[in-house]
């Protein structure tokens, strides 16, 4: 038994069981113990790879977008630059690169800063950026961002953001908790708690007994201060996750653990907890205030970039192996079987502003 399994048994038989939400909160974010406070994620040493460590191609598309998008708002004096929950910081690094080479005025006008909570992240941010020669501002929340033009972007954010489920019992949606069982192991049990009607999709009437309705009010949250803050100041945002364009019924909640998928339950602190993103909540958070929203998966978004011919110009120089492993890269980014179909994307801007995004049929 992790150590932090043994504090949540011992709360839970204290105090009751806990939501969802608040697991995995505790999970991911208990200072002393928690998964993202603790831990190295990322990697082939850790428990799982984001695209930017994937390929340099993606972080290169990125960069190409974002200043796309800073001319499209009518480049901007003053600009901020930012990405939240930046990870090992290796996005920010190839965007920086790039960007320092297609305008460099554009990178020394601009202001850059990274919302990360953990110190123990930040640090090793502060490794991967070392040597780029820019002043990097970090920032606990995008509430404490200077009033400035953003232009932000954020890879597999929202889906660590903690979600509330609610389970079917008869005619209730009762929220899903955690709780102890006869054995005084940690369990799946049903709260007293139920969610309003209007909150739920369409086809929440006909679900089976015990279907699984996700909700996540914190990642709306999220979306709609970095919408705020772009609809009073300019500017535009870019978001990559894995998860569904519409809202639906069903329960995704997973844990990685070394590359691997793992019982919820099983290892607090010691495994990435994550569940796939409601995309239509986060552009309805986005529209609310005042901004227009694009959707689109990540393969439709990085080949309409110029993923194939940025593949191709790596590859000219490259050897049979090198080749080979560009393609192979390309197929992992934008594949259907990979993280093409899977993952998608959210692009965010003022009303009327002609950012460049695919149309998608």
Known sequence: MTALKTRIAGLIAASGPISVADYMALCLFDPAD????????????????????????????????LHAAWQASGRPAGAMLAEIGPGRGTLMKDVLRVLAKLDAAFVADASIAL?????????????????????????????????????????????????????????????????????????????????????????????????????????????EAISEHIAASGGAGLFFDYGHLEPGIGDTLQALRKHQYDDVLAYPGEADLTSHVDFAALAMAARTNGLDTHLATQGEFLLAMGLLERAGKLGTNADAAGREKISGEVERLAGPDAMGTLFKVLAVAPRGTRIPFPTVS
């Open 34 to 65: 928690g998964y993202y406070t603790t831990r190295e994620p990322f990697g082939a040493e850790g428990d799982f790879t984001t695209a930017p460590e994937v390929s340099q191609m993606f972080g290169e598309l990125v960069a190409v977008w």
């Open 115 to 223: 919302v990360e909570t953990s110190p123990r992240l930040r640090e090793v941010q502060k490794q991967t950026l070392a040597d780029n020669g820019i002043r990097i501002e970090w920032h606990d929340t995008v509430s404490t961002l200077p009033d400035a033009p953003l232009f932000i972007v954020g890879n597999e954010l929202f889906d660590a953001i903690p979600t509330r489920q609610f389970a079917k019992i008869g005619a209730a949606w009762h929220e899903r908790a955690v709780g102890l069982n006869d054995a005084g192991e940690l369990a799946f049990v049903a709260g007293p708690a139920t969610i309003e009607p209007s909150l739920l999709p369409a086809d929440a009437a006909t679900a089976a007994d015990g279907a699984i309705f996700e909700f996540a009010p914190a990642r709306s949250g999220t979306m």
